[in-house]
């Protein structure tokens, strides 16, 4: 009789995921409500214009999602349905790999970008506690990088795998990974506009 | 190990990956840093235990207090010599007991025993799984919640001590810090934290429930076949990822008002303890808004595994399948959306115009419905049953009994008109002691009494068992049913004590409560002796003593390491067959063979 506890099924992966993605969302919802609700109801509400490297950063990190894309498909397959595969045919090749590294210098780029734009507030003396919009500003900003550095820890923890692993793991893993990190860009895209209105 | 219903439905096993694990070794690994979801929800319950005795502990220097205003409370000058110093207790110190009392009740009982707890142990075991879905999340769901607690409890030893907000903690006096009493610097600051780190833990508990749920089930286990506590823990699940949700948020935005100077929730011009507060911007109201979107469904997150408790021992006892299971899931289904819909009865006197406070109105009104089918369906359930009249089947009986009586006081506290007298007084807190404190803990009794023999391997004592549940019944109803009266006469909450007013009229029947109060503690030290003594002496338990068909009885008490030693269970029928005539008697287990003539399967 063995008892051993048997890893669970990938599919197991994906519904934590998106599960994990429902929660996020739900938080960044009740942000930006309390936001909207705020700007609507004070008088003293200062609008500032965001930094402009902002939408620069918005294209790194949707340029990030596609070349992880790029860097999945060249990995192998045949996918599933839903996204997983039994086989890595192109580990060997290590072409993806280029694609892994661009995406991963992209989202570092992307953190660096968003530090530098609040370089540039602080330079013009907007703070976290300078106005009700700057602080939502920070906190929405911040929140969303402290998110993605949990993305990046994702996509480096499936390259280890990748790199060491033969069976269909690396791969399911990777496509947790990837999902997740695409809702990243789709949230920042979403702050972005919700910024640009509001703040 | 008798593993007959098991055996027969035996599959093939997928080979070891080197991913699989072993049993631990090591004492640390084995019982401190498990990531077995039995040791997991062992801890849940110890940690519910703990904090149970802390929060009633609070609860008896308050009522000591309210009902001898002018004495000193006995030990407490000894305990507390900083904030009670000769037992005197200072309207400042009975609040923060209060704010203690209830924060740990709500978050780190209520929350933490039937979810967590009784959920961690019993739901992958239901679902024919070996174990939740994320171990390792599930460990860090655990352990992230202690750290919780030990923060929230860190409070005490702080010089101002806790806060004194209340568990609702409302802006602006919880935002602004030190000046808005003793307790609201380090130790509101200390009660933001807790609050925040316990919504992490119980969101990475969600997860796991629902990806369990979803996706580990055994061959055969369709969502129809699913048992109703699995169902109850599954909707409090989803409650919880969203109640949480917000509740983080919120936290993080308090947390940010109080050490970073932002005003999320102080308006501008706000003076504190004849000092104006730097702050503008910010809305008291936002706070209650998001704490109550949160609070709401907080409170369904404490009931509604109750009514899985409840709807799983029922057939159980009463040798009859369950009335109406698709109602049954439908309703509870209808209450998780519907209690997002509700929060603003809690702000009826927030200042809303009386449309907005009619449109909270009605769907709390609604609310009512699924309670009340809900309800319904237990009683028919009972209706004309052979009932074992056990002590688990006591204490769901005692469920059905305090969740009406306290959904009746909520009926009135719907309508606006009514609840502005009665929102600030005893009328509120003896409708939500009744509906969701003691009816919880009915839930709690009844799913130890009911799952002790499956987790410890022995059976408790029946006997100290229906002493407990009759002092415990009598306790409760006299402790909280006068509290209604007190409302009704107009006796306000939240204050210390009420010695030369116009309330003093009130002190007996605030002493007969306190009496009453003593009492149901008193009676909970037989719970307590029962506990400890069926642990070490009680009779060794079969696999399945009560003849329930779900699958956490037929693999051995206790379950081994991988639940159902190595075997995959393969299930045949949904939880609700009794009543019926199979080779067992008079009921079907759900792993059972789907011939009914299947002769080797009883042992
Ligand atoms: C049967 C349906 C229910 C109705 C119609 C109802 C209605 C209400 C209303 C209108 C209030 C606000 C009273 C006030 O503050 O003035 C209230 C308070 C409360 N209810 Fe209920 N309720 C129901 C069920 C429940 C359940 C099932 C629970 C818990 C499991 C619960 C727990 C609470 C709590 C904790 C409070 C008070 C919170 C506080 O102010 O500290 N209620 N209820
Ligand atoms: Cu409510």
Known sequence: MSMVKRMSPPSAARTGVWVGIGAITMSFAAYTSAMVVRHGSIPEWQHFTLPPILYWNSLVLVASSVTLEVARRRIGGPFDRLGHSETLLATKSREWLSWYRITLALSFAFLVGQYLAWQRLASEGVYLATSPSSSFFYVLTALHALHLVGGLAALVYALRCLRSDDGPRPVNVLAAAALYWHFMAVLWIYLLVVLALWV | ??????????????????????????????????????????????????????????????????????????????????????????????????????????????????????????????????????????????????????????????????????????????????????????????????????????????????????????????????????????????????????????????????????????????????????????????????????????????????????????????????????????????????????????????????????????????????????????????????????????????????????????????????????????????????????????????????????????????TLGKWHFALTFIGVYATFMPMHWLGLEGNVRRYSSFPSDYMHGSLPLHRFITYSALFLGASQLIFLVNLIWSRFRGPVAPDNPWEATSLEWSTTSPPPFDNFGGVHPVVYHGPNEYGVSGPRGDYIMQTDPPVAAAPAATA
């Open chain 2, 1 to 462: 190990m008798t593993m007959d219903s098991v055996s027969a439905s035996i599959t093939e096993l997928p080979p070891a990956t080197p991913h699989d694990h072993a049993p631990p070794e090591s004492f640390l690994r084995k019982y401190v840093f498990s990531l077995d979801h039995k040791v997991i929800g062992k801890q849940y319950l110890g940690l519910g235990l703990i904090a149970v005795c802390t929060g009633m502990f609070l609860s008896w220097v308050m009522r000591y207090h309210l009902a001898f205003p002018d004495k000193a409370v006995p030990l407490i000058g000894w305990i507390a010599p900083t904030f009670a110093a000769g037992g005197v207790i200072t309207p400042e110190f009975y609040l923060q007991l209060m704010t203690m009392h209830g924060t740990i009740m709500v978050f780190f009982v209520l929350t933490t025993a039937p979810f967590a707890g009784f959920g961690n142990f019993v739901l992958p075991i239901q679902v024919g799984a070996e174990d939740m879905a994320f171990p390792r999340f599930n460990m860090m769901s655990f352990w992230v919640t202690f750290v919780a607690f030990a923060v929230l409890v860190a409070a005490f030893f702080v010089p101002d001590g806790p806060p004194l907000s209340g568990w609702t903690a409302y802006a602006p006096l919880s935002a602004v810090g030190k000046s808005s009493g003793p307790g609201e610097g380090l130790g509101q600051t200390l009660w933001v934290i807790a609050i925040g780190i316990f919504c992490i833990g119980q969101l990475l508990g969600s997860l796991n429930f629902i990806a369990t749920t979803l996706d580990l089930r055994a061959k055969g286990m369709t969502l129809a076949r699913l048992p109703y506590s699995t169902w109850a823990w599954f909707i409090t699940s989803m409650i919880g990822l969203i109640a949480f949700s917000v509740l983080l948020p919120a936290c993080v935005l308090l947390l940010l008002d109080r050490v970073a100077g932002t005003s999320f929730f102080i308006p501008a011009g706000l003076v504190v303890s004849d000092a104006i507060q730097p702050h503008s911007g910010g809305s008291p109201l936002l706070w209650q808004h998001l704490f109550w979107f949160f609070g709401h469904p907080e409170v369904y997150i404490a009931i509604v595994p109750g009514f899985g408790i409840i709807s799983t021992i029922l057939p159980a006892v009463c040798r009859k399948p369950h009335l109406g299971p698709k109602v049954l899931i439908a309703s509870q289904l209808a209450i998780a959306g519907l209690s997002y819909m509700v929060w603003g009865h809690h702000m009826f006197l927030s200042g809303m115009s009386p449309s907005s406070a009619t449109l909270f109105s009605v769907p709390t009104l609604i609310i009512t419905i699924p309670s009340a089918i809900i309800t319904l369906l237990w009683l028919g359930t009972i209706y004309g049953s052979k009932l074992r009249l056990n002590t688990a089947a006591l204490f769901c009986l005692g469920f059905v009994s305090v969740f009406v009586t306290g959904g009746l006081s909520g009926f009135f506290l719907s309508q606006p008109s009514i609840d502005t007298y009665l929102h600030g007084t005893y009328f509120v807190v003896g409708h939500f002691h009744f509906v969701m404190g003691v009816a919880a803990m009915f839930g709690i009794f009844a799913g130890t009494y009911f799952w002790f023999p499956k987790m410890f391997g022995r059976m408790m004592n029946e």
